[in-house]
């Protein structure tokens, strides 16, 4: 399935649990296939609900294991003889996020560098393959705005800022208007880092094409989240983050993603000799590798790409439709004990009331946010994050949060919020 279409089968919240009292969610919970995954992941303390999958994921299990195994058995006891087999680690986890969770192709992803560095990599890719501005909008995440308009700045183009509403996302018509007369291109995220807002990929990539552009994706809130199909859905480029949904731990690095037609007339400007067609010659002059590779630069972080392998293990397992429908049913019965015990005290669900048109995580206004989120930590063991000053947001993480858990943590939250008299 695309991510655009919502899917009938995936549980919206009136029609999934009509009765959000403990027995129907605790039959949730006895029924739901994807439970044993919980005993999958390191244990959380005690007595604490973690709500905070779209901030950084859970560790696996497996993860803590894998990385010992590397540092102590590789490193530690083969010495310098374990290094090169992981000259190719960059590609082949990037294989393994094409097939689980990104719907792509062995070849168009790498995992390298930060979310903002790829960005850089693809836009200026971009811009030195075709003339015109660059499209954004001003409700991306700001790493995204600072370095697309910085690349407007190098390259000599304009910046073309959509405002977007945060609580819609931006819209296919807003970008149509924004790239008349050329673009080269136009670069969102998919799901609203701020509202959850999920975008119209294909609608918009339209909008865009028809002017010239490339569209540049940031999926950072979409991957592992919202099942994903590059290729169906004709994607160009996209990049993203790797420690959110899919739980790749602290640092982990970024995933790129180049369509495979445009690999070879694409080129990026941070030129190093892990993008060398021939890396081992030790070459003058630099020749591109004709794939993927000539989006890479140097050594990568292979401690946390090994990391990042049990994890997709896990979510390629669990598969993203499954993964999906959990979500929407979490999220949705959040929404709808919220609706009975958060609303009456100033929380105002943001963004889309329907769980197919979001991502994996929903947000609340209240004017005390800031003040209530370490207040929901401290005396309450319920861990959410803010999306700005003024949002609260909840991401339950699918593999690890059972339907009694979101029952639990918003009781608490109301009991938080009536001993702070809000
Ligand atoms: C989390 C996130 C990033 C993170 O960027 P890094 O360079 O990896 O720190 C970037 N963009 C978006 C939309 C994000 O949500």
New binding site residues.
């Given amino acids: 399935m695309t991510t655009t279409r919502p899917d009938p089968d995936l549980g919206l919240p009136d029609t999934d649990l009509p009765d959000t009292g403990p027995a129907a969610v605790r039959e949730r919970d006895e029924t739901d296939p994807l439970a044993g995954f919980r005993s999958r992941f390191a244990p959380v303390p005690e007595g604490l609900v973690f709500l905070n999958g779209a901030s950084l994921g859970r560790l696996p299990a497996a993860t803590a294991d894998a990385t010992d195994a590397l540092v102590r058995g590789e490193w530690g006891a083969r010495l310098a003889e374990a290094r090169t087999q992981w000259l190719d680690l960059p590609q082949r986890v990037g294989d393994e996020l094409a097939r689980t969770v990104l719907g792509a192709r062995p070849g168009e992803v790498v995992a390298s560098d ?6 850089y990599k693809l836009g200026a890719a971009a811009l030195r393959d075709r003339p015109g501005a660059v499209v954004l909008d001003d409700d ?2 700001p ?2 705005q600072y370095v697309l308009t910085g690349l407007a700045e190098e390259y000599g183009r304009e910046a073309r800022v959509v405002r977007t509403d945060p609580d819609r996302g931006p819209q296919p018509e807003e970008v149509r208007q924004a790239v008349a007369g050329g673009a080269a291109l136009v670069s969102l ?1 998919l799901v609203s ?1 701020r509202s959850g807002a999920l975008a119209d990929l294909r609608g918009i990539q339209e909008a865009a094409h028809a002017a010239g552009a490339l569209v540049l994706w ?1 999926l ?2 979409a991957v592992g989240a919202v099942p994903l199909e590059l290729t169906a859905d004709g994607v160009d480029l996209a ?3 790797t ?2 949904h899919l739980c790749g731990g602290p640092g982990a690095p ?1 995933l790129l993603y180049v369509r495979e037609d445009l690999q070879a007339r694409l080129t990026q400007p941070v030129q190093g000799w892990y993008g060398h067609r021939e890396q081992l010659a030790m070459r003058h002059a630099f020749h591109p590798d004709p794939g993927i590779r000539r989006f890479l630069t140097g050594s990568p972080p292979v401690l946390s790409l090994a990391a990042l392998l049990p994890a997709l293990r896990l979510l390629g397992e669990a598969g993203t439709d499954r993964i999906r429908a959990k979500s929407t049913a979490l999220t949705g019965l959040f929404q709808r004990l919220a609706a009975e015990l958060l609303e009456p005290h100033g929380f105002r669900l943001a963004g889309p009331p329907d769980p197919a048109r979001r991502g994996g995580h929903l947000t609340y206004t209240h004017p005390r946010a800031r003040k209530l989120v370490p207040l929901f930590a401290e005396r309450a063991g319920v861990l959410v994050d803010y999306a700005a000053h003024d949002r609260v947001r909840v991401s339950p993480a699918p593999l690890s949060t059972r339907f009694a858990d979101v029952h639990e943590a918003v009781h608490r939250m109301h009991r938080v919020l009536k001993e702070e008299g809000a």
Avoid: P
Wanted: a negative charge; one cysteine or more.
């Fill in positions: 930060c979310t903002s560095v790829n960005l991306n995440f790493t995204d995220s880092h940031d950072s809130h990049v993203g983050s420690y959110k970024a």
